[in-house]
């Protein structure tokens, strides 16, 4: 650990990852070489029947089937793996996003050695409401009656999607000598998996993290003449702290169709059905051609079947068989 330099670093990551034995898995990660792996004993997940682990790498599995297995690096465990495991962070982020992986957690703290960060000042913006949030909950804890003594001023619940902490991580590793102040974003389930999938490489840990925090917590210097908190400035600390933060999203919109093709059609000809019920399908049809036009820079055409208009044909290609009725140019 250098103690010299903050940093921002890995503390938990979990994701299952199908169609694996737990052999199979141990080298996907590059851990082969340790294999075979002790039996764990600890209490597990109710869906998986055993696990096994190197040095706080856990892999829950049924057996030696291929029904596949959940992956746990705990903050030790990501350790081992930097140290053990040769295919490095970035790697591993691309086998927890493949298709048949789902992340289930992830932990991306800060080390402040520098006193960038100081938890009793964070505790005072905090009770006097110096602060914005998206996280409704707060609270704190403290390892004994004095506030020096292991002071922890958190956001979020522990066991919600996204759980903000930050805490004296010298007084928790009985080092009072030490500024060492961590501050740790917790995300679990659909918010886990989407930040991986984000298009931050591990590589650039820190704007991940920055991103992160400037979404769901921004600590601010009260105005003497605007009320409301959500126009005050940033503080100059938390300024300089999320200086590099850039838009991120952690929720996709849900898809009542499904990802299915033939679902996606079905649900767009019955979108367009109903917009044809309520302005008629001449004006649908102009409103598509637009669409479409503006998208591709293509013309697009109403066309018709023998003699009978039938505009049932939209942005067709070939005219075989059919004969051009109306160009959309012209209409």
């Given at each position: ?75 030790k465990g990501c350790s081992t793996f930097e140290r053990e495991s040769p295919i490095g962070w970035e790697a591993l982020r691309k086998i927890a996003i493949a298709p048949d992986a789902h992340t289930t957690r992830l932990d991306i703290a800060y080390d402040d050695f ?15 409401g110096r602060y914005t949030s998206l996280l409704r909950v707060n609270s704190e804890i403290r390892s004994s009656k004095k506030i020096e003594d292991g002071l922890t001023v958190s956001f979020g619940s522990s066991k919600s999607n996204v759980y903000i902490r930050f ?165």
């Open positions: 650990m250098d103690e010299i330099s903050n940093y921002v670093h890995i503390d938990h990551i979990s994701f299952r990852k199908e169609g694996l034995t737990p052999h199979e898995a141990a080298t996907e990660i590059g851990l082969n070489h340790h294999w075979p792996f002790e039996k764990c004993i600890n209490p597990l997940p109710s869906f998986y029947e055993e696990a096994c682990g190197f040095d706080n790498i856990i892999i829950c599995h049924h057996g030696l089937d291929q029904k596949g297995v959940a992956i746990t690096f705990s903050g520098t006193g960038i960060l100081d938890i009793r000042k964070l505790k005072e913006l905090r009770d006097s805490y004296d991580k010298a007084a928790e590793q009985k080092m009072p000598e030490k500024h060492w102040v961590r501050a740790e974003i917790q995300l679990r389930n659909e918010n886990a998996d989407n930040a991986l999938r984000a298009g931050f490489s591990l590589d650039i840990l820190d704007v991940l993290f920055a991103s992160l925090m400037d979404k769901y917590l921004r600590f601010k210097d009260k105005s003497l003449t605007d009320s409301n908190p959500s126009r005050w400035s940033l503080a100059a600390f938390w300024e300089n702290f999320v200086l590099i933060a850039q838009p991120i999203r952690l929720t996709r919109p849900k898809d009542s169709a499904g990802c299915d093709p033939d679902s996606r059609i079905k649900n767009f000809i019955n979108i367009a059905c109903s917009l044809a019920g309520n302005i008629g399908w001449p004006r649908t049809f102009n409103l598509l051609c637009e669409a479409a036009k503006g998208k591709t820079g293509t013309s697009y055409h109403w066309l018709k079947e023998d003699e009978n208009f039938h505009p049932a044909f939209f942005g067709c290609r070939s005219l075989s068989n059919i004969e051009l009725c109306k160009e959309y140019s012209s209409t």
